[in-house]
């Protein structure tokens, strides 16, 4: 068993890496031939340098590290996340307590009860014990989805609105026809993305372990 999980946690790791590699021999090779107008990756690195080095860097509101922007665009993400929890904790509450709640799983717990050597405990126990873990990857799977969903509409709402994040500078940067930075922001906000799924792939593979 440590074997194969420890096969997945390198597979998780050396895929990306060969797509990303693979993407940036692509990415090189055609803003040499088919579109000339695209700037190479070395002309990338060397515009955007300034945001890369120092990530946390204040120059101005629309002039900060790349990390800054991404930072202020996670802060509006995790206030959604939060205003979410709130609303929807207490009614998650008087549903779990209410008669239809218990109705709607009242088939389920008549299967698991002869079959469960917990069948002598109350039925909270039994949801929990039984049908929560059975239902932990569908649940973490529309946690993954919609944090993915999340991520995307704050950074296009910036871009209306123009505010202080990597939305905001994505936009600025359109505007201003600087296309090394706008190459940054579609990368970071490509790699934002990522880290964000498998630190949630990482809390569901915790629950399970427990």
């Known amino acids: 068993m440590t074997k ?16 990303a590699l693979l993407l940036l021999a692509l990415w090189a090779a055609t803003s040499g031939t088919v579109s000339k107008n695209l700037p190479s ?6 515009v955007s340098r300034p945001f890369v080095v120092a990530p946390f860097e204040k120059r101005g509101e629309l002039d900060q590290g790349i990390a800054r922007f991404a930072w202020y665009s996670l802060i509006l993400v995790a206030k959604g996340y939060a205003i979410a ?4 904790a207490p009614l998650g509450f008087i549903l779990g307590w209410s008669k239809l709640f218990a109705k709607s799983f009242d088939p389920i717990i008549q299967v698991l ?12 126990l039994v949801l929990f014990e039984k049908s929560h873990p059975a239902a932990l990857p569908y649940m973490f799977t529309g946690f993954r989805l919609s944090l993915g969903i999340a991520w995307l509409v704050i950074v296009a ?27 940054l922001c579609i990368l970071t906000i490509g790699i934002v993305g990522f ?16």
Do not use: C
């Not at 990756?41 to 060397?46: D, R, S």
């Not at 929890?85 to 929807?88: A, V, Y």
């Not at 940067?173 to 706008?182: F, W």
């Open 195 to 210: 880290v964000l799924d498998r630190l949630m792939s990482a809390v569901e593979l915790r629950l399970k372990a427990v």
């Open 85 to 88: 929890l709130l609303l929807g």
């Open 113 to 124: 009860r002869p079959v469960s050597p917990l069948a002598w405990l109350p039925l909270g």
């Open 41 to 46: 990756p070395a002309k990338t690195w060397e």
């Open 157 to 183: 709402v910036e871009m209306l609105t123009g505010t202080p994040g990597i939305g905001g500078f994505l936009w600025q940067e359109y505007n201003s026809l600087i296309y090394e930075h706008i190459i």
């Open 4 to 19: 194969t999980k420890l096969r997945f946690d390198i597979s998780a790791v050396l895929l990306p890496a060969a797509g």
